[in-house]
Antibody, heavy 116, light 110 residues
């Protein structure tokens, strides 16, 4: 059974940093492209970032480029999102998702709140 | 990377059909056959229901169908059921390995 479990969210001050993790199981993680998608409270889905299967290429939405870094550990089957220079508008539930035919499976998300 | 435009809400009675539009540009919806649709219940993670414009993952009822004409994609839910009451989001590939989501539509079953 495919499982994605996000963690690492929490309350952080503006300008601060946070590292999110997504533990994956039930599929061949090392062969799978992965994504991060976020959703502010009461708002819609927003695509954040994508990483290829071996971690060598990464892609970002303009809104996070230069501040967020996606990475992965294919030994530990874990996806990461390092978030720096956080802003209030980055407050959201962050989901990791598997790229198959589209975004085939999603985790339950981890909540990030940026506030002083 | 502007969000694709969806109507905020749509509704129908049980058994009726409802169609949700998703309007983008020639750089996203119109340029690629990589439009997907997601169903999201309150407090739950999104679920893929349509991919590559018209295809359904295994287990998704054939009441859900997708189409595209020009820069606008559409999701139709036929034979509306109470369990179809949810938020629906479109998503399109926009080139350069970038994806963009729609603004979302809340479907209400009257």
């Amino acid at each position: 059974e495919v499982q994605l479990v996000e963690s690492g969210g929490g309350l952080v001050q503006p300008g601060g940093s946070l590292r999110l993790s997504c533990a994956a199981s039930g599929f061949t993680f090392s062969r799978t492209w992965m994504h991060w998608v976020r959703q502010a409270p009461g708002q819609g889905l927003v695509w954040v970032s994508r990483i290829n299967s071996d971690g060598s290429t990464t892609y970002y939405a303009d809104s996070v480029k230069g501040r967020f870094t996606i990475s992965r550990d294919n030994v530990k089957n874990t996806l990461f999102l390092q978030m720096n220079s956080l802003r209030a508008e980055d407050s959201a539930l962050y989901y990791c998702a598997i790229e198959g035919e589209a975004l085939d499976y999603w985790g339950q998300g981890t909540l990030v709140t940026v506030s002083s | 990377q502007s969000a694709l435009t969806q109507p905020p809400s749509a509704s129908g009675s049980p058994g009726q059909s409802v169609t949700i539009s998703c309007t983008g540009t020639s750089s996203d919806v119109g340029g690629y056959n990589y439009v997907s649709w997601y169903q999201q219940y309150p407090g739950k993670a999104p679920k893929l229901i349509i991919y590559q414009v018209t295809k359904r993952p295994s287990g998704v009822p054939d009441r859900f169908s997708g189409s595209k004409f020009g820069n606008t994609a559409s999701l139709t839910v036929s034979g509306l059921q109470a369990e179809d009451e949810a938020d629906y989001y479109c998503c399109s590939y926009a080139g350069d390995y970038i994806d963009v989501f729609g603004t979302g539509t809340r479907v209400t079953v009257l």
